[in-house]
């Protein structure tokens, strides 16, 4: 994985300083609570209900050992003892202490990790393929790439005072497990008729109060000119964009207004002019960031066999294990999601166990994924049995990934300032209803906001469930057909409705149609697509 | 306290700033003031009898600017750019490296805290309007 240089460290370690500075200026009443509230942003730091929060940027996701161990010392020492990974791979602690925030950024700095740009109206954490490097069905590794944006988009003078966020994702694989057409910019990583590597382009996604799905900018855009092109994105968006009204600042509500040509047309003019600048990240850039991205060094004449003797393995290896590149080695999915618990939490022994788990059988390499869970990537088949042993013992070991209990939910109302309605409750009792029949429900992906920003992605559930306020009341509207994956749709609502109980006993009845409905080989997705909606609403509201 | 920040060594000008459509129109003014929504673009014709444009920032979360600023460095301006508005002393660095070379907040700044704020990156990533040498330029022994 990337290890810094001189230069890297000086950078983070300056941004502390410059944090602990500013924190030091609210404290002494220098900085208004308003002027600092985009300092801290930029630095994770959100005011929640109870305490702040702090964001913790997992860049593309991918941890070490040392780093994870970090990241377990944080939670005992500035945390009650967990943390919280997020939608965007990052991990997040919900009990800080603005004294005690500088000191904590600190510490990260110690393993080459910061809170960088986690939020505010910059360019965020970029996000990729979880599976990057050792997915069987990968153009390369995405990661050396999302390096290089990291580096393109730190601390950029020019936008970062955007008029609101603007998240990338990294994929090189027709699958997308990434969420890609859902981020305002994001690149595909593709090789065209000559075999030349370049990036297709897509801007405009988004989440939120007003989602769209992404729209495809650029087939096929030369890798040395992707800091131009990014910038022709942002400053056509950074000058454009309404600044009026900040629901209606995201990148995507102007390609929506000027449409997709116009949208183009313009970036492409500002791209020719930034393509005169000569501002491009040279091939001998990406080279050094890709040499710290070789391939560990995989063992051959390994054996393929599983011994499935033991059933509860078995079912676990089928469901949280996937191809990977190398013969003998396996993708191992860890679940965050067991039966009951809060989606994406994690206690700091567990990340301990999961860090020695990397550290000893994936050559020290473990990632974070959207959907809240993580993944050690390079797993010797041999060792399966021992991974799913150790696992198991800690309570990681759920079979659940893809299912309707393996659910995205944001924090809520327990924890967030702008919740409407509590998610993570909800997830609960629907992880209860479902517990031993997600196999044979098969792939449904549930996903769960607690407002209408939509940070559980209920646009993109499969089924999507929104919390609302009504008057004064946690309400759940229930959504249908929405996917974040290469096939990407956006979930509408069913009709009115429900409170707690009735929001579970509605997805039940959901699944219900579905399994009556379905035919061979369907999963949820694809029997909606099929049936439509009504069959749904007549269940539903019958 | 400083009201005006200025780190050229050039005289400033005394000339009001006017508008932009104004200094379009009288083709002996020498100041102009950008607000937030304005085309800068529109200015690059009469680039040459510019000295100083002024650049507005009604609030701090109001980044237009800085493109405004970049957008007048790429054409190839060398007069002064200064920043008025709700301009944060966290914010100058970043104003710096996109063409502004002198500052008339709202709320005066602290010297201490500007200078800290001018003086603190060791290091920059990416090329902007300066002249600063990006890391990866230095990495790769081109010290500028």
Known sequence: MYRYDQYDPAMVDTRVEEFRDQARRRIEGKLTDDQFKPLRLKNGLYLQLHAYMLRVAIPYGTLDSRQTRKLADIARKYDRGYGHFTTRQNIQYNWIKLEEAADLLGELATVEMHAIQTSGESIRNVSADQYAGAAADEIMDARPWAEMLRQMTNFIPEFSYLPRKFKIAVISSDTDRAALRWHDGAVKIVRNDTGEIGFEVYAGGGMGRTPFISFRIREFLPTGQIFSYLQAILRVWNRHARRDNIHKQRMKILVHELGEEEFRRQVEEEFQHFLTLGHDFPQEEYDRIAAYFAPPPFETGLAEDIDRSDPAFALWFDRQTAAHKAPGYAIVNISLKPIGEIPGDISAEQMDLVADLAERYSFDDLRATHAQNLVLPHVRKADLYAVWKALDDAGLAAANLDLITDIIACPGLDYCSLANARSIPVAQKISERFAGREAEIGELKLKISGCINACGHHHAGNIGILGVDKKGTENYQLLLGGSGAEDASQAKITGPGFDEDGIVNAVEKATEVYLARRQDGERFLDTYRRIGMEPFKEALYA | ?144
């Open chain 2, 1 to 144: 306290m400083l009201d005006v920040l200025r780190l050229r060594d050039d005289e400033p000008t005394d000339e009001p700033a006017v508008s932009m459509e104004a200094f379009l129109d009288q083709s002996n003014a020498s100041s102009v003031r950008i607000e937030a929504g304005d085309d800068v673009r529109q200015l690059l014709p009469a680039l040459e009898r510019v000295r100083l444009v002024e650049i507005d920032f009604p609030k701090l979360r109001d980044g237009r600017g800085f493109s405004s600023a970049r957008i007048l460095r790429e054409a190839g301006y060398k007069g002064e750019i200064k920043a008025t508005g709700d301009v944060l002393v966290d914010l100058i660095f970043f104003m710096q490296r996109c063409g502004f070379d002198s500052f008339a907040p709202d709320k005066p700044f602290d010297p201490e805290d500007a200078n800290n704020a001018l003086t603190r990156w060791p290091h920059v990533y990416q090329h902007a309007a300066d002249d600063r040498v990006p890391i990866w330029k230095l990495r790769h022994g081109d010290k500028g």
